[in-house]
T-cell receptor
Framework: ETGVTQSPTHLIKTRGQQVTLRCSSQ?????VSWYQQALGQGPQFIFQ???????GRGNFPPRFSGLQFPNYSSELNVNALELDDSALYLC????????????FGPGTRLTVL | QKEVEQDPGPLSVPEGAIVSLNCTYS??????FMWYRQYSRKGPELLMY????GNKEDGRFTAQVDKSSKYISLFIRDSQPSDSATYLC?????????????FGTGTRLLVSP
């Protein structure tokens, strides 16, 4: 059973640019959530996808958007990058009906200059 | 006031000590409580998961939930240098509909040989 994988590992962008982060969920998991973790803070919920539909969103502006594909992999897109977007972006997957046990990937570290 | 409060530490202990990590929360709707361990520059790893009040033991780890006090704890017995990491508490509401994890800021634990 493969775990949650994310790509790329690290990314450096400049203010105003756009970025796409990718996540492959654990085998058999159909729910994917994205979190933002700033340095020294706990992860903050961005949004969740279930069967290719967004079914919940945290307090993040619309320039944070996502997709989930038929194979349950997912993308996080961030437009008009700001300095405060610098963080570790985490993807977590869960099996159907098992949202109490979410498994996290290693994260993508995004630096915005 | 944050929904989940957690002392950021660092907490420094000698090898073999019993470690107590704690979180308090304000949302009485939380029913599921988790502890994650996060090594530096890695994704969180699920350690313990508890539903409602009570204790749960797994090897050297014991999780306690006191819903009346809105207080949860993680105890680590016979601590090892390899336990040095950041410990994040997380919680969520009932297993219906949309769900998200709400995290504390994490407590950094340092176990010295």
């Amino acid at each position: 059973e493969t775990g949650v994988t994310q790509s790329p590992t690290h990314l450096i962008k400049t203010r105003g640019q756009q970025v796409t982060l990718r996540c492959s969920s654990q085998s058999g998991h159909n729910t994917v959530s994205w979190y933002q973790q700033a340095l020294g803070q706990g992860p903050q919920f961005i949004f969740q996808y279930y069967r290719e539909e967004e079914n919940g969103r945290g307090n993040f502006p619309p320039r944070f958007s996502g997709l989930q594909f038929p194979n349950y992999s997912s993308e996080l897109n961030v437009n008009a990058l700001e300095l405060d977007d610098s963080a570790l972006y985490l993807c977590a997957s869960a099996g159907q009906g098992r949202l109490d046990t979410q498994y996290f990937g290693p994260g993508t570290r995004l630096t915005v200059l | 006031q944050k929904e989940v409060e957690q002392d950021p530490g660092p907490l420094s202990v000698p090898e073999g000590a019993i470690v107590s990590l704690n979180c308090t929360y304000s949302n009485s709707a939380f029913q599921y409580f988790m502890w994650y361990r996060q090594y530096s520059r890695k994704g969180p790893e699920l350690l313990m998961y508890t539903y409602s009040s009570g204790n749960k033991e797994d090897g050297r780890f014991t999780a306690q939930v006191d819903k009346s006090s809105k207080y949860i704890s993680l105890f680590i017995r016979d601590s090892q240098p390899s336990d040095s990491a950041t410990y994040l508490c997380a919680m969520k509401g009932p297993r219906t509909g949309f769900q998200k994890l709400v995290f504390g800021t994490g407590t950094r634990l340092l176990v010295s040989p």
